[in-house]
DNA sequence: CCGAGACTAGACAGACCTGTCTGCTATCGT
DNA sequence: ACGATAGCAGACAGGTCTGTCTAGTCTCGG
């Protein structure tokens, strides 16, 4: 078996790994293959012959923190039973997401920033606002609200305010403001 | 008199317009001191002479989209006279600006996300942010809102979201749901 | 034990980056 | 008329970027 412990990670994991910190924390454009092969502990080889070109290990990357994001905002979520505390959990998430020491934003947007349109970037990044807008819609759909999909379209701009302004403001105030904000349209849309 | 009509604008104007243009567009990390002096029909010389580096370049960029927004927008709410649609002006004018062609989101966000932290960008964004939030203080103030630091954190990340979501999803409807959101909020912040 | 597959180290090519420098030209105030 | 200022064109240096290639090492199934 392949998957069986292996003492070290493969050159593909530990790539991954290392270009999810310097890509997030620095930028796609910023960071050099150089970098992220030294701090991969990888020859430069094993890079192309696994991942083809650098525009495909950016994918990668974001392919990794897109599943990443599902599967820690879904288990965040399942503190919660009332559909309504589910749906403010959200921003509970992002809150702490954003308290932690690394946080630089949305990940999608930032690399879309420095990215030309039409790109595997902008790929990724339409998938993952669809998929945010997809939970916002089923999370207001199923605590009641009257017009799910006007609400999941309020709730995906206090969202995408909430993390901008965090980075911008090395706060992460913004995501209180942003819960606070959707626990009254919440209450509005739902009598 | 050195301001009279000159046939031609002077090299740093041209330079302030074309580094305008290809670093919003394309990125200030993406867009390389040539591509900016072939646009704007200037030797490399003179941008060195002027600005003295690409960091400095990017600076003024940054300063004169700055000045740029401060200026639209209060012009953009003179149209306007009850306190209240002052208010909400402010998303109507992002509004227009995010219908427009070329509309690829905030320029300071943009700038930060491939630049590292404490450079010249961070300086001009913040200064951007807080304009901002003044602005919006000054507004909820004047609209009569019982807690205008708080109506002002709201409409901040309402603003940050229209302005994010709009680029992303390339639809400028984002900046009307904010729009709606903020004249609930300020109904419900004034009696 | 042996051969295939995965990996490493590092040289190399060719492009592009910022920034400097030299030399030439045009304009303008005095 | 003349010097100063501003600007132009482009070569150049030194660094960094992506991507390719060679050659050697390690591991493991059969």
Redo the contacts between chains.
């Keep these: 078996m392949s998957v069986a412990s292996p003492r070290k990670a493969s050159a593909r994991d530990r790539l991954l790994a290392a270009a999810d910190e310097l890509f997030y924390a620095?930028?796609v454009?910023?960071v050099g293959i150089d970098r992220v092969i030294e701090r991969a502990g990888v020859a430069k080889a094993s890079l192309y012959s696994t991942f083809g070109s650098k525009d495909e290990l950016v994918r990668a990357y974001l392919e990794g923190r897109h599943e990443l994001r599902r599967t820690r905002l879904l288990a965040g979520l399942e503190r919660y039973d009332d559909p309504r505390d589910r749906l403010l959990g959200v921003f509970e998430v992002l809150g702490e997401l954003a308290g932690t020491p690394g946080f630089r934003?949305?990940a999608?947007?930032?690399a879309?920033?420095?990215?030309?349109a039409g790109g595997p970037v902008e790929e990724v990044?339409n998938a993952n606002?669809a998929w945010t807008k997809g939970l916002f819609y089923e999370l207001a759909l199923d605590a009641g609200a009257k017009d799910p999909v006007?609400l999941a379209?309020?709730l995906?701009?206090?969202?995408?305010?909430?993390?901008?302004?965090a980075?911008?403001?090395r706060n992460p105030?913004?995501a209180q403001?942003?819960r606070?904000?959707a626990a009254?349209?919440l209450a509005?849309a739902t009598f």
Excluded: I, K, W
């Excluded at 701009?157 to 909430?162: E, F, I, S, T």
């Design positions: 620095e930028g454009h910023t934003g949305c999608f947007y930032n879309s920033a420095e990215s030309p990044a606002r006007t379209d309020q995906v701009v206090l969202y995408d305010g909430a993390s901008a302004g980075r911008m403001d105030q913004a403001t942003a606070g904000v009254a349209l509005a």
